[in-house]
């Protein structure tokens, strides 16, 4: 079983529509969860951070931590055309430990 | 201010060679970590360099292998390809290790036949 699970998609929805991307993880140690999103032919970029558990909102964007149900969220509002990319979830403990990513969430916004 | 550079952006190479990819990170940046990115695997972390020394390793064979030079450029060596090789391989760049504020570059798509 991998540490970090994320659903591949593909997903896809009109635009305007409000986008729920998720991830479930294993490992209780980890402390520090992040969002990356990667156009095709090009490097992920973070999206969002978060420490611990809460929420964090940025724009459009809504990133949701639950340690107690290990599961981390991302809200897209308003969606757009170019918000169609693939969405990484990231996290790792708060001992310097390696980065461990989910698979990723194929998303199409369609116009 | 520019970004991660990575060279070559495209290789091709057959069972057997062995292979060199290149990252240039952010200037200033004294932290690269190395990535492999496949479809059925997903990222998986390959290692970390941090001031000329590798400070963490990923699950992969020894035929991987890194290093880091004085200006932080660092590099990345597989030897004796294998098809499973094939990849993007993603050079990420940080001010500091252990950061999550880790900025990727485009990566080299690595083709083995």
């Known amino acids: 079983q991998k540490e970090v699970e994320q659903d591949p998609g593909p997903l896809s929805v009109p635009e305007g529509a409000i986008v729920s991307l998720n991830c479930t993880y294993s490992n209780s140690a980890f402390q520090y969860f992040m969002w990356y999103r990667q156009y095709s032919r090009k490097g992920p970029e973070l999206l969002m951070y978060t420490y611990s558990s809460g929420n964090k909102e940025d724009g459009r964007f809504t990133a949701q931590v639950d340690k107690s149900s290990k599961y981390i969220s991302l809200f897209i509002r308003d969606s757009q055309p170019s918000d169609s990319a693939t969405y990484l979830c990231?996290?790792?403990?708060?001992?310097?430990?390696?980065?461990?990513f989910g698979q990723g969430t194929e998303l199409s916004v369609k116009p | 201010k520019a970004g991660v550079t990575q060279t070559p952006r495209y290789l091709i190479k057959t069972r057997g060679q062995q292979v060199t990819l290149s990252c240039s990170p952010i200037?200033?940046?004294?932290?690269v970590s190395w990535y492999q990115q496949t479809p059925g695997q997903g990222l998986q972390f390959l290692f970390e360099y941090f001031s000329e020394t590798q400070r963490n390793k990923g699950n992969f064979p020894g035929r991987f292998s890194g290093r880091q030079f004085s200006n932080s450029r660092s590099e990345m060596n597989v030897s004796t390809l294998e098809l499973g090789d094939s990849a993007l391989y993603l050079c990420?760049?940080?001010?500091?290790?252990?950061?999550?504020?880790?900025?990727f570059g485009p990566g080299t798509r690595l083709t083995v036949l």
């Open positions: 200037s200033g940046h004294r932290s």
């Open positions: 990420a760049s940080s001010l500091l290790q252990n950061t999550d504020t880790q900025y």
């Open positions: 990231a996290m790792r403990n708060n001992q310097g430990g390696k980065l461990i």
